[in-house]
């Protein structure tokens, strides 16, 4: 068996992950101003 420290640090160290990742995600994925941009670009 794992001590008990050893399983939450372990999800602890995932959910940092998870939590970069959303970040990053969220930041790429803006789709309203990804289309505004595409728009304004696109008619220029």
């Known amino acids: 068996m794992y001590p008990l420290r050893f ?7 995932i959910n940092e992950e998870l939590e970069l990742l ?6 790429y994925a803006n789709i309203p ?5 595409f728009e304004h ?3 220029s």
């Open 33 to 37: 101003n990804l289309v505004a941009w």
């Open 41 to 43: 670009h696109a008619s």
């Open 7 to 13: 399983i939450f640090h372990s999800i602890y160290l």
């Open 22 to 27: 959303g970040k990053e995600f969220l930041s």
